[in-house]
Nanobody, 130 residues
Framework: VQLQASGGGLVQAGGSLRLSCAAS????????IGWFRQAPGKEREVVSC????????YYTDSVKGRFTISRDNAENTVHLQMNALKPEDTATYYC????????????????????????WGKGTQVTVFS
């Protein structure tokens, strides 16, 4: 199983980045895919999730209207388009997958949701400077 995240970088506030997560080794369509992030000294938190079926999406309040998640089931890839970036978006971003029977945890926004994800990729660093 592999979740390969890419697209992080250094960007000025107000700028954009597009993160990508390439999945392999499991049946992509059977999983919801999420992006979590962790800033230094803070807990890992869910940013956005997208369902396995109708591509319905969840966003944490702080990114609503700025971030857009999408998935390409044919390419086993999920993207996170991040616009109007703020310094407080600075964090390591992780791609994760959770089986559909437990996908509630991806959409819950609860801090405990990190314990219920099935697979994690290595993070990609996003740094936003003012």
């Amino acid at each position: 199983v592999q979740l390969q995240a890419s697209g992080g970088g250094l960007v000025q506030a107000g700028g954009s980045l597009r993160l990508s997560c390439a999945a392999s080794g499991f049946t992509f369509d059977d999983y919801a895919i999420g992006w979590f992030r962790q800033a230094p000294g803070k807990e890992r938190e869910v940013v956005s999730c997208i369902s396995f079926g109708d591509s319905s999406a969840y966003y944490t309040d702080s990114v609503k209207g700025r971030f857009t998640i999408s998935r390409d089931n044919a390419e086993n890839t999920v993207h996170l388009q991040m616009n109007a970036l703020k310094p407080e978006d600075t964090a390591t971003y992780y791609c994760t997958a959770v089986r559909k029977t437990a996908s509630y945890w991806c959409y819950s926004g609860l801090s405990s949701s990190v314990n219920y994800m099935d697979y994690w990729g290595k993070g990609t660093q996003v740094t936003v400077f003012s």
